[in-house]
T-cell receptor
Framework: KAGVTQTPRYLIKTRGQQVTLSCSPI?????VSWYQQTPGQGLQFLFE???????NKGNFPGRFSGRQFSNSRSEMNVSTLELGDSALYLC??????????????FGDGTRLSIL | QKEVEQNSGPLSVPEGAIVSLNCTYS??????FFWYRQYSGKSPELIMF????GDKEDGRFTAQVDKSSKYISLFIRDSQPSDSATYLC???????????FGKGTKLSVIP
């Protein structure tokens, strides 16, 4: 069974640009969450999607947005990139929304570097 | 605000030692407790999860939960150099998969 697939793996952008990251969950998983990981702040929750609806959102500015498609694939978008957006962006999927015995499984992440 | 506290380490132990990793959490509504291992430059990898009070064993790993104290532990028996990683313990509330991560505990197992 294929795991969570994130594309691209690496990305270099400049300040002010925008970027779109993609996540394909494990087959049959309907819940997708996004996290940002930086050396200083650790892993921080961005947002969570289930059935094409955003169910939960972390404390990030409106420049960070996302969506989920009917096949459960998800994208996140960051507009007007800042140097501080350089991070590893991780996507995680699970079969349903917050079931206590269904943990999230992470993809390999997209490493975004802002010049 | 949900918080998770861990001893950030680094924790260094000799190969074969028993390792104890601990977390405290603030949200009394937390129902599930996951342990993830993250190797440097890699994404978090699920080790095990537990969603009730008590113990759960899986191979060399044993997880313990004490909800009254809001305290969770992970024990690693016969530690190996391949166990060298950062360990994360996000609790999960009901109806949401918003994981709250602490800084993690960095473990080094010395051959």
């Amino acid at each position: 069974k294929a795991g969570v697939t994130q594309t691209p793996r690496y990305l270099i952008k400049t300040r002010g640009q925008q970027v779109t990251l993609s996540c394909s969950p494990i087959s049959g998983h309907r819940s997708v969450s996004w996290y940002q990981q930086t050396p200083g702040q650790g892993l921080q929750f961005l947002f969570e999607y289930f059935s094409e609806t955003q169910r939960n959102k972390g404390n990030f500015p409106g420049r960070f947005s996302g969506r989920q498609f009917s096949n459960s694939r998800s994208e996140m978008n960051v507009s007007t990139l800042e140097l501080g957006d350089s991070a590893l962006y991780l996507c995680a999927s699970s079969p349903s929304l917050g079931a206590p015995n269904q943990p999230q499984h992470f993809g390999d992440g997209t490493r975004l570097s802002i010049l | 605000q949900k918080e998770v506290e861990q001893n950030s380490g680094p924790l260094s132990v000799p190969e074969g030692a028993i390792v104890s990793l601990n977390c405290t959490y603030s949200d009394r509504g937390s129902q599930s407790f996951f342990w993830y291992r993250q190797y440097s430059g890699k994404s978090p990898e699920l080790i095990m999860f537990i969603y009730s009070n008590g113990d759960k064993e899986d191979g060399r790993f044993t997880a313990q939960v004490d909800k009254s104290s809001k305290y969770i532990s992970l024990f690693i028996r016969d530690s190996q150099p391949s166990d060298s990683a950062t360990y994360l313990c996000p609790p999960v509330g009901a109806g949401s998969y918003q994981l709250t991560f602490g800084k993690g505990t960095k473990l080094s197992v010395i051959p």
